[in-house]
């Protein structure tokens, strides 16, 4: 697609459901990163993938969170028994170059969770 | 989590003045990347920096990549309304990992 696509956009969960966000990259591109942003701060990375290898998971806030690209393109973000604390934006990127020292971020409109 | 220290946290500017924000890091960073944030949209990026002392411009917009590689400065020339939002800086150490590490942001208001 032109750019990152996610979904939904909207979330509104009780406390304790399970929660599972989609994104979907620009084409070819070859790394996927997700980020969470709490209001009124700057994003915080929690994962990276380079193809379908997830290559870096130390931003996982704890094992109730799970990310998955299995075929190298779309990523579901899977947050188990959410907590009031998970409420926040949930922001997908995608870069080109998985192994050089360029690679531009390009971000999705990123999908707001809401624990209740 | 590891946020860059931007500053100011917030200004208030007159249509037409020029702005200059920056970005600051305790590391050393390879690649500085700057994006602007509307309220409920995604980031968007509008000027990437690969070289120490590398100066680029976009449009109204100019960025520098500090000479000591732990900082980087956002300048915009004769604001315009459109230019509020949120600005925030992102820094990359490219060894051993190629996460982004994000500032913790400069809301810019423009008063017209």
């Known amino acids: 697609g032109a750019g990152v696509s996610q979904s939904p956009r909207y979330k509104v969960a009780k406390r304790g459901q399970d929660v599972a966000l989609r994104c979907d990259p620009i084409s070819g591109h070859v790394s996927l990163f997700w980020y969470q942003q709490a209001l009124g701060q700057g994003p915080e990375f929690l994962t990276y993938f380079q193809n379908e290898a997830q290559l870096d998971k130390s931003g996982l806030p704890s094992d109730r969170f799970f990310a998955e690209r299995p075929e190298g393109s779309v990523s579901t973000l899977k947050i188990q028994r959410t907590q009031q604390e998970d409420s926040a934006v949930y922001l997908c990127?995608?870069?080109?170059?998985?192994?050089?020292?360029?690679?531009?971020?390009?971000f999705g409109e990123g999908s707001r969770l809401t624990v209740l | 989590g590891q946020q860059l220290n931007q500053s100011p946290q917030s200004m208030f500017i007159q249509e037409g003045e020029d702005v200059s924000m920056n970005c600051t890091s305790s590391?050393?960073?390879?690649?500085w990347l700057w994006y602007k944030q509307d309220p409920g949209e995604g980031p968007v990026l509008l000027i990437a920096l690969y070289k120490a002392g590398e100066l680029t411009s976009n449009g109204r917009l100019t960025a520098q990549f500090g000479i000591t590689r732990k900082d980087s400065f956002l300048n915009i020339s004769a604001s315009i309304p459109s230019d509020v939002g949120i600005y925030f800086c992102a820094g990359r150490r490219d060894s051993g990992t190629y996460k982004y590490i994000f500032g913790t942001g400069t809301r810019l208001k423009v008063l017209a």
């Open positions: 990127a995608s870069s080109g170059w998985g192994s050089s020292n360029t690679g531009e971020l390009f």
């Open positions: 590391s050393i960073f390879n690649t």
